[in-house]
């Protein structure tokens, strides 16, 4: 059998190299060969400020709009600019190289271990397992349940939406939830940040069961010389492009009081010409910076790595329900990347946000 399959592959290569011969200086696109049969998957991708870094004045209560928008548009998936709990788990393995990842970016499913037994690859296997034979009316003992592997498997965000999707007076330990897990998922719920105040609440009401972790930090590394090459990428991004940027986000977060300041935001952040000016405020400028040891060409490597990964772990989400609809929901300065990258998919149709931010 093996030698046969290598035959066959002989065969093609030859194949191809005929082809190729005879057509020279073709280049091939895969995006200009999109499904054709059956409905095609839909992409939105979300250009979002980390709510996080929002000043105090932001009012959480004025994303109402942005939301009724978005359930509107009825995701099917929705992926989230967050780490797996596999990932994590992957990099823990490797602390020489990525100690300051695991503590900016990884949850620590230690507490859920302690409760369920059960370490990250374990919990992770189960919750496949759960959501296979997952039924259209779950009891509340089993959204616990699964609240409890979501957590153990280093998914936090998962875990929130079972608890959202619990009545009031059902959100209490039990099932693999003890008193300590119930805490941390009450602390979640009050985090200022994308993840707990658009996406984990908008699937919960969507009836969706789950969201996708699809960024990706295996890129990240220690760079011989931490002081010089933060200057030298400081210095880049001290251009007229990043002091326009910085003048548009202070006029923007501004008015975020209100449900039309949300939105005024978030259509500047995903406006037609938002990637290019990202470009070339940060990345366009890291790469021309003139460093001995080209500190913003190794930036831009990481930078482009990261987002083809984010782009792959969102391409597999989409297979799951083909023919469905995935919102994913990122950093603005992703955007541009992930769109470009997924666009080149044959089975993937990127949808514009135009509608969805457009003004009241």
């Known amino acids: 059998m093996q030698r046969l399959s290598a035959g066959i592959l002989v065969v093609a290569a030859l194949c191809g190299s005929a082809i190729a011969a005879e ?14 049969r059956g409905p095609q998957n839909e992409l939105m991708v979300l250009g979002t400020a980390h709510l996080s870094q929002l000043p105090k004045s932001f009012d959480p209560a004025s994303l109402s709009v942005l939301m009724e928008r978005l359930a509107g548009w009825q995701p099917k998936a929705i992926a989230i600019e967050a780490l797996s709990g596999t990932q994590c788990a992957y990099l823990r393995n490797y602390r020489e190289r990525y100690d300051d990842t695991i503590k900016s970016y990884c949850w620590d499913p230690a507490p859920a271990a302690t409760a369920t037994g059960l370490d ?12 296979a034979t ?10 616990r349940k ?30 693999g939830l003890n008193d300590k897990l119930v805490e941390l998922l009450n602390g979640l719920r009050q985090k200022r940040n994308e993840t707990y105040l658009i996406a984990a609440p908008l699937a919960a009401r969507s009836g ?6 699809m960024d990706d930090h295996t890129s990240d590394s220690n760079v ?8 030298a990428i400081m210095k880049a991004w001290d251009n007229p492009a990043s002091a326009a940027r910085k003048r548009q986000d202070e006029a923007l977060r501004g008015a975020l009081t209100t449900p039309a300041g949300v939105l005024a935001m978030y259509r500047a952040y995903n406006a037609a010409g938002a990637a290019e000016q ?15 040891k080209h500190y913003g060409r190794g930036y831009v490597a990481y930078w482009e790595t990261r987002n083809l990964r984010m782009a792959s772990n969102i391409r597999e989400a989409m297979s799951y329900l083909p023919g469905s609809r995935t919102l994913v929901i990122v950093g603005a300065s992703h955007k541009g990347y992930l769109e470009a990258y997924l666009n080149q998919m044959h089975d993937v149709r990127v949808i514009s946000t135009d509608a969805i931010l457009r003004a009241e």
């Open 224 to 231: 011989d010389d931490e002081k010089a090459y933060g200057a």
């Open 23 to 36: 057509s020279p200086g073709q280049e091939f696109k895969p995006g200009a060969f999109k499904l054709q």
């Open 120 to 131: 990250v690859p374990a919990a992770t296997a189960q919750v496949d397992r759960t959501l």
């Open 208 to 213: 969706l069961e789950r969201l996708y972790a």
């Open 278 to 292: 990202v470009f070339h405020s940060d990345f366009g400028a890291a790469l021309e910076e003139p460093s001995p």
């Open 134 to 143: 997952w039924p259209s009316a779950p009891a509340a003992a089993q959204r």
């Open 146 to 175: 699964l609240a409890s592997l979501f957590l153990a498997a280093g998914e936090p965000a998962s875990a929130m939406v079972q608890w959202l999707r619990l009545p009031d007076d059902e959100q209490h330990a039990g099932d």
